[in-house]
């Protein structure tokens, strides 16, 4: 039996999401809503939906599962309609800016005991789901050290920061979430450090585009993730772990495995440009992680509690760049 | 408006090209045939194609392309019979395993300027395209000197050997086709070295599962190829092509990024397993190449001159191997 | 002509230093001192010296330069001594522990105009000179985060770290050292997390095996530095620079360039196991650097003052670790 | 007790080895001879030897052992007049490039029972030599095929060509010599193509530039190597071994492990230029294992017979691409 999506939100995440999930071969698109007429109708056209009003998508009988990809603002209030409906949902990160709101959020999924998943994508990487699994197997023994690096190949227009967060919130908060999945606990200890290399105007919006954060749990284990908006060479997403038994690590992925020798040196490829090539398959197993999960009836990770303590670091982050000072999460 | 394909062929191949016809956005499978009564309603469905006998999808008004992927001993034929009908067509190499009865078969396309394209799926492997295009850019000036290395990560059994051509015409037979792809030049100077070293019931078989071959142009260029059966680590496929000014060559593509580091030293992944993960990219580049051609109304590389050539150098190592001399090759 | 050196110290880093000497061609090693009569005349042996008693060899007319490598202790007073002497002096790093007694004894060799150079070795190493040469010619563009990561192979005895001052002032001493020389500017902000994970009697002893730094300069730029005392595969040293139009690495030395692949994947070897191995060439060139500094008349980095600053970020890491706060450096 | 050295020829070769025994701890150059008085003079007074004649060396009562590091014409002679006078003798390679002069030559070794070793340096290259190890140690069971690729920086003047054999002789003999290590059978059977595509002069001059050579043992395996004069990105010299259990290769050594990241990709740097850089220790850890040999009373590998083959392959090489015909070896 195939499940029947009701999508929402049919821009670029959307839209990625939407072909996912026609390509699953176990899901369909029932439903599909946006604030732009002409993007829904291209969208439902393409995948073989019909286009209706949320409400109604969020309603219907004939929709057994909810997915999320409007703007920011908007996602708290989806989940708790999808939960009051009794739908999962697999909501775009992140709940909301403001961890108050996700808290009262995630009261109302409790309450129904509905199913509710974030969108970290990452997690679902081939390369750093591996990475993972092969810690949790034992292969590095005690985990001690984690290193993230993301950097973006450019950095977004400063009108964008303004209603981002900022960068800890916006752009870090992917690495919150990793470094909490690698290390299997905790963080309560938070400094962050930043800067406007990259662009004056994000400085003046009132942002970073150069940062810093060091973490460590309540049992010593140390986190260090560094972000920057411009990265010359392509989408920079690498991280390294290392534990009592050895290191793991997982590199980039270049765009061919092509190799010039000549009196300059061996010069290879760039890395895939940016998260749509980067992630592709990081979606898609995404999206299908959720559909099998709600088809076995299970919750999966991330959950919305993985996107509180996400949330709850990057606003500490936030908190240590414009204080100065050490920031402690509950 | 959509490019209407009838498909030959049902088997492994032939799912493979059908699913990436019914993909391409720009064509569909409209009709379907195999031997197999089951293999054909299978696809069909999957496809949304109907399923109809070989004579009549090569003679249908609203077939616009032939694809073929049925058995070799039947290229050949089918071949002429698209050419005859008007057909453009996209064969699995290789056209036959006798260079005579391939020279009358092209004779019919020629007399019928019709298009015909030769499957050899490795022109379009990214990595080694992208090779290609630095070549003719001349990022290493004059060609020189070429390594081919492929590796099939376990040996067929030895009954599938007996009617395979051997070696030299079943498995070298691509790297005989990259080896001209890369140089541009033709090779007229054959001599092959094999053996029985990974399974000798293959060897009883009158084949051989190890082998090389080298190969020279008549301006001196040389080409190296060695082929095993067996390669524990995976699929291995690379190709290094050294200049007067300068080397390039392509890797294999790895399961994953990830690599441990421990007191046993760096473990990286093993390479993708086989052909239908390694060249995947390959098989749908391959087949939009044809798309786009005959959209355009092109003749689309490698062509049934490039199966030709190919065949003859295998011609060339089979008989150098078999007679322990040097063949020339006109 | 000759440099003739007045060699203070015959344990293990003394044995490195004279044995550069003495092959340098440019140099040869005259008197050797140290407390323990059998290890100064071995190596006297060795190396075709004369042993001595420290105050002979300082106040020798025929010493042209101090080479210091007796315990930190009595670093600042011999530097002084060979100062008042009018003898220029490379002296193993640090100065002191005490950033006070430093200041003290840079006084000395400031009024005396004496050549003064600290034996940060790293600097010297080929691959991070080249690197910092790179950075230096603009190949980058502006630094703006810097990613510093060494690990030791395995822990001291918790009874040494006693003495050392902790790994901020003995272990990561090196690192700051080379933050100040990659970014080029001097560091503000410290905020260090630490913590015993791999020895719990280092953490007994009022030490940590594990830490990470954060520093930021006053222009914005950033520096992330990771330690462990613990790496399974080797000494690991590796450091990484990012600018404004590129990005700057450089890796570890494996023991073979030779790579095993089978099922399990693609084995490299570990990196080369300690400071000896890795850092003997490093050791070389810094002492010839010096050599052909007081043959020019000219004064070497890394210098008295480097040796101080690089002791208040260690100071200030060491404090930091203690209060939990961030730490402001003047 | 130092092994007395007498040295043959104090060009570069000899200077490497001087230098290197000098260094050795274990043995010193006691004489030394060339036919050019200055020479002589110079690497004499570097090392400490006295200068004398070859026939003076030879006989001297206070010489342990030969070093033979004159031009090729006087190689065979030498052995024997070392020979005859009982001393252990490490020649450079090759022995002669007459075979019959060479099997001559060893009847007088044989029957003097006299030590000899032949300089073929490769094998003791850190690299290469761990390679072999771990192919006798089982890493790889079986050994099927050995890949070697050499390729020089730049040409040598054609002048050169002229009396050196051939490049079959004088540069691939390296590459012949470490097949049969690899492998550990002999080759029956070799053919060979070859081209001046580098420069025309070598060609003018009866010789090629770019070559390759396939070979096969009695049982079935088979080494590929290739050559080239040339190669703008150092000097190549890669080997790699497949066997029915894995792989394993042996890379380039790199200037430094410096990378640098930007639009253009990710460029390494070149490898080593040439041979005294690339081998230095190589050729430190061939004469350190004739003087271990001596010292013990064994004699070292590689010997005469192994020079004697590989001149061998070298004849049958050159003669078959001379002919452009298989030509079988005994």
Request: hydrophobic fraction near 45%; glycine fraction near 10%; charge should be neutral.
């Amino acid at each position: 039996m195939m499940i029947r999506f009701g999508v929402l939100g049919a821009g670029r995440i959307g839209k990625v999401h939407a072909r996912i999930i026609a390509a699953s071969g176990k899901a369909k698109v029932a439903y599909l809503a946006d604030a732009m007429p002409k993007a829904a109708a291209d969208l439902a056209a393409e995948v073989g939906a019909t286009v209706a009003s949320v409400e109604d998508i969020i309603k219907a009988k004939d929709v057994d599962a909810i997915l999320i990809a409007t703007p920011t603002g908007t996602h708290a209030d989806l989940i708790e309609a999808a939960s009051n409906a009794g739908k999962p949902a697999l909501c775009e990160k992140p709940v909301s800016l403001s961890v108050e709101r996700i808290v009262s959020c995630l009261k109302t999924v409790d309450k129904n005991k509905s199913v509710l998943m974030i969108g970290f994508n990452r997690r679902f990487d081939p390369n750093f789901a591996a990475l993972e699994q092969r810690i949790r197997k034992g292969d590095i023994g005690e985990v001690e050290l984690v290193t993230i690096i993301s950097r973006d190949p450019a950095p977004p227009p400063a009108d964008y920061v303004k209603g981002s967060g900022g960068l800890y919130r916006d752009m870090m908060i992917h690495d919150f979430d990793m470094a909490r999945f690698l290390v299997g606990e905790e963080f309560v200890t938070v400094h962050a450090l930043g800067a406007s290399l990259v662009d004056k105007a994000i400085g003046a919006a009132g942002d970073v585009d150069t940062a810093s954060v060091q973490m460590q749990t309540a049992s010593g284990k140390i986190a260090v993730i560094t972000n920057s908006r411009r990265a010359t060479y392509g989408y920079d997403q690498r991280m390294e772990v290392h534990g009592s038994k050895g290191m793991l690590r997982a590199g980039n992925v270049h765009n061919t495995t092509v190799e010039l020798a000549n009196g300059h040196g061996f010069l290879g490829d760039p890395v895939l440009n940016f998260f749509t090539e980067r992630y592709g398959q990081a979606y898609a197993n995404e999206v299908n992680t959720f559909i099998a999960a709600i088809a076995d009836g299970k919750s999966p990770r991330p959950n919305g509690f993985d996107g509180l303590q996400a949330q709850k670091l990057a606003d500490a982050a936030t908190e240590s760049w414009q204080s100065g000072k050490v920031v402690k999460v509950q």
